[in-house]
């Protein structure tokens, strides 16, 4: 329960916003779709005094496309990630993540830039955006970056985000037309979080195949699948990335949900099932 004032602020244009947080940046806490801050104030882990909502600004929320990337606005809640056509048709792994994020009220109310902003371990999109090659825009009143997803999370709840800035933007290159890509999870129950996850991206050819595991570790692990699918047939190739995941998961870390040998051990049979699902999708 929150029982204490709050100074709040809803800007509905995003240079209002920009202006607010090169002004105040230190000082305030973004809101998305709050459905992580929300209940992280309600049980008083955190207790920001300045709140700024992006919900009433119409210009972050869009899909669209151009010959090279699919733009995704930061305030596109899960539920239209899930349905879009041009998501579905060149990020279907992107479609898949958000046909899990939560219940259906997460998925009617987060937003998929509030996910990447608040960059949970076991958030479902991380893989994906890795596998992708995803590239996150930054913006501030004075400039504005492109930060590649492996720069830009950097440790639990930490990203490169600058106060001033604002994540406005998911670019994802397009793959080429006959690549494939699927994404799997672990999770207790429906609706939480992942103990571990996984997307991978495999092409015609298998050049630049790669799969991506979260929540092994503080960002997501990404290994290149290309020299196990090319030089062994489809089950040997799948066992050798199932050992390649667990050894680069040597680092995992324990938890409530799992201890570091179970989370290392998950970590190969979710790389395994994304790279077998994205052949599958291949027709072999």
Known sequence: MISYEIEFHAPTELGEALTLLGERGDEMTVLGGGMSLVPMMNLGIVKPDVVLSLNHIPELEYVREDDDRVYVGATVRHIRVLRDEVIRKWCPALSEAAAVVGDVQVRNR????????????????????????????????????????EEFFIDVLFTARASSELVTEIQIPKQPEDARAAYRRLARVEGSFAIVNAAAVVPLGFEGARVAIGGVSTHPITIDCTPFLRDQAPEDALRAIDQAAVEASEGATPDLHADPEYRRAMAGVLARRAVGGALVELGG
């Open 110 to 149: 987060g937003t998929i830039g509030g996910s990447v902003a608040h960059a949970d371990p076991a958030a479902d999109y991380l893989p994906v955006l890795y596998a992708y090659g995803a590239e996150i825009k930054l913006q501030s009143k004075q400039a504005e970056r492109l930060v590649p997803a």
